[in-house]
Structures are given as structure tokens and as C-alpha cells.
T-cell receptor
Framework: EAQVTQNPRYLITVTGKKLTVTCSQNMNHEYMSWYRQDPGLGLRQIYYSMNVEVTDKGDVPEGYKVSRKEKRNFPLILESPSPNQTSLYFC???????????????FGPGTRLTVL | DQQVKQNSPSLSVQEGRISILNCDYTNSMFDYFLWYKKYPAEGPTFLIS?????DKNEDGRFTVFLNKSAKHLSLHIVPSQPGDSAVYFCAGVASYDKVIFGPGTSLSVIP
């Protein structure tokens, strides 16, 4: 089954404690993204990766890091989480770039992060 | 500054009637638009899209209309069904592959 998986699904942590949210896709997609969803703001892109070892900032990259060492994995790293990073996070993947490819954008189930 | 706006946070419609969800955008670089649907505890899923060279795209009960001069698009669902109750996100894609989502509209279809 084609899917994007994220772990953990729920996480409560404290300010300053480094954490990683994993993301994996089994569709051999080149393009992967991380989004955060906040009330009234919709989905905002944090980082994206067009292929292995190629990453770039989205609209809200501050406080986040990513890496793309393998095609299937795209972890999101919060080196020093703060309460304003409390949010719902989604990983997504697309086969390749180009506007119409977003018709086939697959999202993971989400990770609910709370930073105290 | 929000480049994609969905000014109705929520909408309630009777089953069988038409649901109209609206979206306005400010970025003239958008050349492709999408609607995604999201159920609670799940990731968004693609619903329907439209290229900026078209003014209408239809897929079963779902039709998206684009008015480029007004920078406005709308999603029509006819007839509405209880299973359509979800949050709907409008999104614009610029030619440089940047996708910008709106804040979403929560649709409730009442049986």
C-alpha cells in the first residue's frame, strides 16, 4: 500500500529538549515536504526536498532542520523546541516537481506536538 | 500577508443541497490551484485541481470554478452528502513549485 508514515503520532516534550519526527514514504517519490498546521493559518511549508541531499527552506523554516540522506526518509529535527512550535505537523511526498504533480501529493497522518 | 484566503472558517449545509466553498488569492504568480480535503486525525487528500488557463473543472459531484480577473475560485459540491463533512483547503501553486495553502473551511453536511 502506497503511504507516508510519520512517527511519533503524538509527542509532549519540554522546551529545549531536542527531538526528531521521522517521515518515510514507500512510493519512490523524489519530492518531500514538511508542513505545520495551525488554527486560522492553514498548512504552511517548513522545508522541502527535491531529491536526496537537496533541501530548501519553505515559508516557516526557523527553528527546524531537515536532512535527506535517503530517498525514502525525510526527518524533521527540532534542536531546541519552544512552545511556539506546538502544532500539528504533516510530512508529504510527490513523485516529482511541477504544479500538476500536487494532484498526487500524499500526506502522512500527522504528528501532534506539544512543547511545554 | 496571506496569499490564499478562505474567509469562511465554517459552513453548514443540508444533505442534498449545494455546498459552495470560496477562496481568494493575491499572488499573480499562481498558475495552478488545488483543493484538498481533510478528515480529523488524517492527513489532507487531494480532491480536485484547476489550471489557470481554464475557468472550470468538473469531477463527479465536485466542480471548481476559477475567475482569474477577480483572483477568486470556488468549489461546488452537488449534492452534498454527510461524508463530505471535513475541512477543505484551497491552495495555489506558483510556477516555481511553491505551494501556498489557505486556512481552510470546515464543512458540516447535516443529514
Amino acid at each position: 500500500e502506497a503511504q507516508v508514515t510519520q512517527n511519533p503520532r503524538y509527542l509532549i516534550t519540554v522546551t529545549g529538549k531536542k527531538l526528531t519526527v521521522t517521515c518515510s514514504q514507500n512510493m519512490n517519490h523524489e519530492y518531500m515536504s514538511w508542513y505545520r498546521q495551525d488554527p486560522g493559518l492553514g498548512l504552511r511549508q517548513i522545508y522541502y526536498s527535491m531529491n536526496v541531499e537537496v533541501t530548501d527552506k519553505g515559508d516557516v523554516p526557523e527553528g527546524y532542520k531537515v536532512s535527506r540522506k535517503e530517498k525514502r526518509n525525510f526527518p524533521l529535527i527540532l534542536e531546541s523546541p519552544s512552545p511556539n512550535q506546538t502544532s500539528l505537523y504533516f510530512c508529504a511526498s510527490i513523485l516529482s516537481g511541477g504544479p500538476s504533480s500536487y494532484n498526487e501529493q500524499f500526506f502522512g497522518p500527522g504528528t501532534r506536538l506539544t512543547v511545554l | 500577508d496571506q496569499q490564499v484566503k478562505q474567509n469562511s472558517p465554517s459552513l453548514s449545509v443540508q444533505e442534498g443541497r449545494i455546498s459552495i466553498l470560496n477562496c481568494d488569492y493575491t499572488n499573480s504568480m499562481f498558475d495552478y490551484f488545488l483543493w484538498y480535503k481533510k478528515y480529523p486525525a488524517e492527513g489532507p487528500t487531494f480532491l480536485i485541481s484547476i489550471s489557470s488557463i481554464k475557468d472550470k473543472n468538473e469531477d463527479g459531484r465536485f466542480t471548481v470554478f476559477l475567475n482569474k480577473s477577480a483572483k477568486h475560485l470556488s468549489l461546488h459540491i452537488v449534492p452534498s452528502q454527510p461524508g463530505d463533512s471535513a475541512v477543505y483547503f484551497c491552495a495555489g501553486v506558483a510556477s516555481y513549485d511553491k505551494v501556498i495553502f489557505g486556512p481552510g473551511t470546515s464543512l458540516s453536511v447535516i443529514p
